[in-house]
């Protein structure tokens, strides 16, 4: 070899090809009757991939360390994706990833759904939890700096991310198309930050982008919070459970205003898939791994009816009105009424109802409206009057280990894999007739 790298032609070397410049792992630049042979280096030819127009398809082979060690073929490149076919957990089916890495995706039709939750730190609590489909749900785009990775896998699974596995199981379960899910659980001031994710995604993958659900919290601590990112957002379809707070919560203005959005959502499609009161929580009131998956699980078939155009919603408290030594209490309900005493969160013998001034010594479904409740007091109420259910007593319940905030014992006939939907809190007047 000559210096600098170039190496001359050898004896008994063929005159139409030869070696200009070598180094230890092979020729670099060679040439023949065409003209010079460059050989580049895998991080060049990975740059050169990134910078490949949009829409172009060829064969592409790639090194092991840029797919992992997975059992895929077929490998090519369309614009900045490398395509592939592969046996990986969500099935064998065919796969994409960035150029420049992130996660991998299982590559499906129709619209990028975006899942979308806005909440203070008991929404964002994560479990190392496993997702059936962890290619179809990922977390939202990363800030585009460089070339790091469009999306991330979910690492560290959130409500949102549990809520998109489960919509794929049921989706897969009855052979219906699997999505592209966006799932992730922020800061109400990062909404912005996660639709221009979900928008740019949908431009990189070329697939319309839909925004399926967003989620709220409305803890204590975010009374105003959800309400003006709300209206900030606009019309979008708002999925999220009745947040109880935790269980030594004491009554506060977000949870009777959550009651009265469940009547009068306004301009809002706001669906409230369960009572917060029915999840499990730590000491923390952090959502245990059971609560959560519980929650998920209310969310998704809640999304489900919605997507498919109906109806659904908890029972919800429309008015009381005094009847004697009663009071009667009128539900929006999708079923018939039923008080289920059983769980621990079922609010002792009373179901969870509370009368201020009066002796509440019976409760019961009415036998003229098996959508009502009738409340036995021991003597008619007064001017004034208060009743409530599902009030928060700063003392809640406990089961072993698991805590629940203060609850009651009131749901229609809806059951699905030990699912209910059980009432939501209220705290109304008593109107006199």
């Known amino acids: 070899m000559a210096e600098d790298g170039v190496r001359m032609p050898q004896k008994g070397e063929s005159d139409s090809r030869g070696v200009l410049i070598a180094a230890e792992n092979g020729p670099v630049v060679e040439w023949d ?10 991080r060049v030819v990975r740059d050169i991939a990134r910078r490949m127009p949009r829409g172009s398809e ?27 076919q592969a046996r990986l957990p969500s099935g064998v089916r065919r796969y994409r990833r960035h150029v420049s890495g992130g996660a991998i995706l299982a590559q499906t039709g ?46 560290s699974v959130g409500l949102q991310a549990l809520v998109a596995d489960k919509l794929m199981a049921r989706r897969f379960a009855s052979a219906r198309a699997l999505r592209t899910v966006l799932a992730d659980d922020v800061a109400p001031q990062r909404l912005p930050e996660v639709l221009a ?41 708002f999925v999220t459970s009745f947040d109880c707070g935790p269980y030594w919560q004491e009554p506060h203005p977000a949870i009777w205003r959550q009651s009265a959005l469940a009547l009068r959502p306004g301009i809002h499609d706001l669906t409230f898939a369960g009572a917060g009161y029915a999840f499990a929580q730590d000491d923390l009131g952090h959502p245990l791994p059971e609560g959560l998956h519980h929650r998920a699980a209310l969310e998704a078939l809640a ?48 179901a969870g109802f509370t009368v201020d001034g009066a002796a509440l010594v019976g409760v019961g479904i009415a036998p003229d409206d098996p959508r009502a409740v009738l409340l036995h007091l021991a003597a008619p109420p007064a001017n004034g009057t208060r009743v409530a259910y599902a009030r928060p007593d ?40």
Request: net charge negative; aromatic share 8%.
């Open 33 to 42: 009757e065409s003209g010079l042979v460059m050989r580049l280096s895998d």
């Open 58 to 84: 060829q064969g592409f082979g790639l090194p092991a360390d840029i797919l992992g060690d997975i059992d895929a073929w077929d490998v090519f490149q369309q614009g900045d994706w490398i395509g592939f």
């Open 110 to 155: 129709g619209s990028v759904w975006l899942l979308a939750g806005l909440g203070g730190a008991r929404r964002q609590v994560t479990y190392r939890e496993p997702l059936g489909f962890p290619h179809h749900v990922i977390r939202a785009p990363l800030s585009d700096e460089g070339e790091a990775a469009l999306v991330v896998p979910q690492r």
């Open 197 to 237: 994710g979900h928008e740019r995604l949908c431009q990189s993958l070329g697939q319309p982008a839909q925004i399926l659900a967003v989620g709220m919290e409305f803890g204590p601590e975010m009374t105003v919070d959800p309400l003006a990112a709300m209206d900030e957002a606009g019309r979008m379809r």
């Open 303 to 350: 999304i489900e009816a919605r997507l498919a155009g109906e109806a659904w919603f908890c029972p919800t408290a429309c008015f009381a009105e005094a009847e004697g030594s009663a009071i009667r209490v009128t539900f929006k309900s999708a079923s018939d009424l039923a008080i289920d005493r059983a769980p621990c969160f079922a609010g002792g013998d009373m």
């Open 394 to 433: 700063g003392r809640g319940s406990r089961d072993g280990d698991r805590h629940y905030p203060a609850g009651g014992g009131l749901r229609d006939q809806f059951s699905q894999d030990g699912l209910h939907r059980w009432a939501l809190p209220f705290d109304m007047a008593v109107t006199q007739c």
